[in-house]
């Protein structure tokens, strides 16, 4: 079975930084894309970044200029560099992937169980 092992997180006063990684257990799993989302109380799971196998990246408005999304293939983990915290980026933190495993005919998606981010003074 696939899962996502996620680290990282916790609490950080505004301006402040903290790095997210997530990695994939599983030896047999091709991940195609990677990516973090969030969702703050009350609110909707939103995209924060992704990034694909090639490296190529997307990120959401808000994480534009503060965030880094990175990855190592050959460890099928992802990494994000949160910098000039904010406390609207207080949420839990979703790592995702999307892949096969040989026996798929699809691909699949998977989630992490979440990281909580608190930005507070």
């Known amino acids: 079975q696939v899962q996502l092992v996620e680290s990282g997180g916790g609490l950080v006063q505004p301006g402040g930084s903290l790095s997210l990684s997530c990695t994939t257990s599983?030896?047999?799993?091709?991940?195609?894309?990677m990516g973090w989302y969030r969702q703050a109380p009350g609110k909707q799971r939103e995209l924060v970044a992704r990034i694909g196998h090639g490296g190529s990246t997307t990120y959401d408005e808000s994480a534009k200029g503060r965030f880094t999304i990175s990855r190592d293939n050959a460890k099928n983990t992802v990494y994000l560099r949160m910098n000039s915290l904010e406390p609207e980026d207080t949420a839990v933190y979703y790592c995702?992937?999307?892949?096969?495993?040989?026996?798929?005919?699809?691909?699949?998606?998977?989630w992490g169980q979440g990281t909580q981010v608190t930005v507070s003074s």
């Open positions: 599983g030896s047999m799993f091709s991940v195609h894309i």
């Open positions: 995702n992937a999307v892949g096969v495993t040989p026996s798929d005919i699809a691909p699949r998606v998977i």
